[in-house]
């Protein structure tokens, strides 16, 4: 397994993040900034994890619980604390609803996808839709949903691309169109992130042993180390922006 990251220090790291204001109206008998360092310490930091119960996304989830910062998970499997579809908006509504009853929402990870493999086509109009929906929508979605916070308040979101997002492959036409896309869009959000306290880091990982894979695949990663390469890089006080792993 090989790793590669670029990194720059024109942003600031989410530890070094103030925490947003206090209104006047909440602070009585001490100052702002003593208010400011209250809620800091009271709020419990928070991540949403699209995808977040199996394969690498439940790898990643597991690692962050370990570091005491409080994990929403969404899919459509009911063990997920929000169960639904991630490219639908009323799920992302549920899900950042639910962040917010635990502390402060600091963290945005999306793990969700699906594959979808075969001969330019071969794909019809659901198949599309499903894989589409399922590797770019939901990014978006949540992504729109919680930047705009981030960029006001501080937090980070990494996308989980993947190496079809970086090269062309075979029989995966439409696959590969939706992690483009997906890193297309990551792109813009780290140029619309540039002076503001938001972070994005974009994740390009090879093969993994996951659920995504109907059989275990020779020589394909083990997501808990991919995970592990992905929590070091948001705690690292010098912005690491892409990770490209690749199998050896």
Known sequence: ????????????SPKENSPPPISASVVTGVDRRTASFIRCKCMAPVA?????????GAAIAALLRGRDIAVVTVSRRETAHVAGDASHEDTVKRA?????????????INCAGVGGFGPVGTYDQENVRRIIDANLTS?????DALFP???RDGGTIVNVLS????????DESVYCAAKWGARGYTEVLKAEAKGTKARVISVAPGGMQTPFWESPREGFMDPREIAKIIVDAIDRPVNVNAIVIERN
């Open 1 to 12: 397994m090989r790793a590669t990251s670029s990194s720059s220090i024109s942003r600031v």
């Open 48 to 56: 949403i994890i699209p995808g977040g119960t199996s394969g690498l």
């Open 96 to 108: 950042i609803a639910a962040a917010e009853k635990l502390g402060e929402i600091t963290l945005l």
């Open 139 to 143: 990014t978006i979605l949540f992504c």
């Open 149 to 151: 916070r981030f960029a």
């Open 163 to 170: 190496t079809a997002a970086l090269i062309a492959k075979k």
